[in-house]
């Protein structure tokens, strides 16, 4: 996929603007936010298990090396093969290689985030063959001239109903349906053909499990179990962070993944693959293959970041997030958006292509607070901004401004005379309703689209003095 990290503020004061957008993006708070809330309290160890899940993630990335050997072993010794990619292009010539060593004309595909990586899809047309998403929301997109996922669990969440009625009325020459349900059985009617012509089937990896061999599926519409098993040919991709070292860690994982995702305490499919069909089997394909991937994990992984490869893809950090809440996932520029992408986005794409991602943030720590793995993501954002000011990355006038600051802070008589100053310039901006509409020069971006209530007009030391505390 295409790059456009570096575009982030335009693209993010576009969508500010765009009323339909941002009431597509309202459903966020009414379904996924409302529904987790709602799980979670069937539960009475939730935190508990969230400590059992980031052991496991973090378990499986101190010692990753020997989970990958040991998953290739066990893998191998099902009759899989697992081939490693270091690059983006490593993922597409092994697919390629694959479908020709089978004779395949036509391949169907699972969601698959890492292939976004790689524009997968673009290749194999590339390459003459035809390539299919079976994934309802993937679909949508890529009907719609490949447009990209703008969530990682709902990638066509930015679409309204009457969006995709126009579009499957215009790319299926079908009557336009006004009902959801409708949509979906034209949908399924259309793949239905698909599943039973295709030549191999491509996944994504929720997990790849050491101690089996196994990948593991985590889906609600049963297009992954159909594209994995109706075709001859198999192959699941995802990155090498993916690895869990056992089924048990699995069992953890998954009381976290579809509650802190949707909101279910199960996803209606839960797809366990362990090698392709053995003797005297009625169900498997032929042939089964794993690309491992690293494409700029390695480095993550030796880096001050690590702890965002825990991460287990649930999407609630940017369903909480009131940045991504108010411009959606097309304004980050890459495969991932929200806080998890404003850190994975610059560390697989340069920082110096995606410099504004890690300002992306208001560190609220919504984001942190629902993480299931306990990624400290505001923390990491802080260190990403960290590596841009030291490696000058900032443009001068920021970082003149953040030396300023940093110099007056440690002068404490100074510190609290320009803060006497600045709270009342900033009181003198408020509007009749206290409101702060437009703030001028540096300051524009914050009030671009949304207002910001107006200070007091003290300070809290003079505020609090007045009230008789004390302050050193
Ligand atoms: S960072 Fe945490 S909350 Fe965000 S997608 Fe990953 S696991 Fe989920």
């Known amino acids: 996929m295409q790059v456009a990290s570096m575009h982030f503020k335009e693209r ?97 595909k699972s969601k698959s985030m890492v292939s976004e990586e790689s524009a997968l899809d673009h290749a194999i047309e590339g390459a003459g063959l035809t390539v299919v998403e079976t994934d309802l929301g993937e679909y ?42 409708d949509l979906c059985l034209e949908a399924r009617g259309v793949l239905r053909e698909h599943y039973l012509t295709a030549d191999m089937g491509i996944s994504g990896g929720n997990f790849f499990v050491a101690e089996t061999g196994s990948v593991v599926l985590v889906t609600n519409e049963g297009n992954a179990t159909l594209t994995t098993t109706l075709p001859k040919v198999h192959v699941a991709i995802s990155g090498i962070e993916k690895i869990v070292p056992t089924l048990e860690d699995v069992a953890t994982l998954m009381r976290l993944l579809p509650r802190s995702a949707t909101g279910q305490s199960i996803s209606n499919y839960v797809d366990i693959l362990t090698g392709p069909r053995g003797a005297g089997e009625f169900h498997g394909v032929d042939h089964m293959y794993f690309i491992v991937v690293d494409s700029g994990r390695s480095e993550v992984l030796g880096s001050e970041v690590r702890e965002a490869l825990r991460c287990i893809r649930c999407g609630a950090c940017m369903n909480h997030c009131p940045v991504y809440q108010n411009i959606g996932g097309h304004s980050y520029g890459w495969v991932y958006p929200g806080p998890i992408g404003s850190i994975l986005t610059p560390m697989y794409v340069g920082l110096e ?33 960290e590596r841009e000011f030291a490696e000058d990355l ?7 401004a953040v030396r300023l600051w940093a110099w007056a802070a440690c ?62």
């Open 140 to 181: 949508i997109l890529q009907i719609n001239d490949y447009e990209p996922p703008s969530h990682i669990i709902g990638p066509a969440l930015h679409k309204t109903k009457e969006e995709v009625a126009e579009l499957f009325h215009r790319k299926h020459g079908t009557p336009k349906k006004d009902v959801i349900e």
């Open 394 to 400: 900032r443009p001068w006038y920021e970082r003149a």
């Open 353 to 385: 292509n995606a410099l504004d991602l890690p300002q992306a943030s208001t560190m609220c720590n919504q984001c942190g607070v629902v993480c299931p793995v306990r990624i400290p993501l505001p923390d990491l954002q802080r260190k990403l901004r």
């Open 12 to 108: 993010a004061s576009e969508r500010l603007n765009d009323e339909v957008l941002r009431a597509n993006l309202g459903k966020i708070k009414g379904k996924f936010v409302a529904n987790r809330k709602r799980s979670l309290s069937e539960l009475d160890d939730f935190e508990a298990t969230r400590d059992a899940g980031r052991a496991i993630r973090q378990r499986a990335l101190d010692d990753l090396d020997v989970w990958l050997e040991s998953f290739e072993a066990s893998a191998t010794a099902r009759g899989a093969k697992v081939l490693f990619a270091q690059t983006p292009a490593e993922i597409n010539k092994l697919v390629l290689d694959i479908a020709a060593r089978h004779g395949v004309r036509k391949i169907i």
């Open 411 to 472: 002068r404490p008589a100074l510190y609290a005379l320009g803060t006497r100053i600045g709270v009342r310039v900033l009181r003198t901006l408020a509007g009749p309703d206290g409101m702060i509409h437009r703030l001028p020069l540096f300051g524009a971006g914050w009030t671009t689209g949304r207002d910001m209530p107006a200070p007091a007009g003290r300070t809290f030391r003079e505020l609090y003095a007045k009230r008789g505390g004390t302050s050193r």
